[in-house]
């Protein structure tokens, strides 16, 4: 499991742009990954408007913004469009970098067992370095709490 003040695992995954994303690549600048569920969930839709909302004040701190999940790319045009995002969405479809955030995660609903990503986001500095984790998130008020975290860098 990262630790605050470990080296954030590297990655390199296809981003909604058409390009791969490499997170080591994008040093200097802080990245902010959040990892959600699953695309037009009614919890994930709301943290990623949240997120898209902010997303030049996350620019004007210097700190990318990119959410993360299993979903497939069409699955995240699509989410992107109908919600106009403006985030970047990354997928993990063999969930290599949700088991190296250790958010790959056992969960239950009604009764059932099953493996889903545990909503969580990661704060990295501009050296690579966990800042900040937020786990098991509850989307009301998160992007603020992680825009002032961003700001506090």
């Not at 909604?16 to 969930?41: H, I, M, Q, W």
């Not at 004007?60 to 985030?87: I, P, R, W, Y």
């Not at 609903?109 to 050296?127: N, P, Q, V």
Request: aromatic share 10%; with cysteine; net charge negative.
């Amino acid at each position: 499991m990262p630790e605050i003040g470990e080296n954030a695992p590297d990655f390199t995954l296809p981003s909604t742009s058409g390009e791969d994303v490499t997170l080591s690549s994008l040093k200097p600048k802080a990245v902010v990954l959040f990892f959600y569920p699953r695309d037009n969930t009614s919890g994930c839709t709301k943290e990623a408007i949240g997120f898209s909302e902010l997303k030049e004040a996350f620019a004007a701190e210097n700190v990318e913004v990119f959410g993360l999940s299993k979903d497939d790319m069409k699955s995240h045009h699509k989410f992107v469009e109908k919600q106009e995002l403006t985030v970047e969405l990354l997928t993990d479809a063999d969930s290599d970098v949700c088991e190296a955030y250790d958010v790959w995660k056992e969960k239950k609903m009604y009764g059932k067992t099953y493996m889903g990503i545990e909503r969580s986001t990661f704060l990295i500095d501009g050296a690579g370095k966990i800042a900040q984790v937020w786990r098991k998130v509850k989307v009301p008020g998160h992007v603020d709490e992680v825009m002032e975290a961003a700001k506090a860098l």
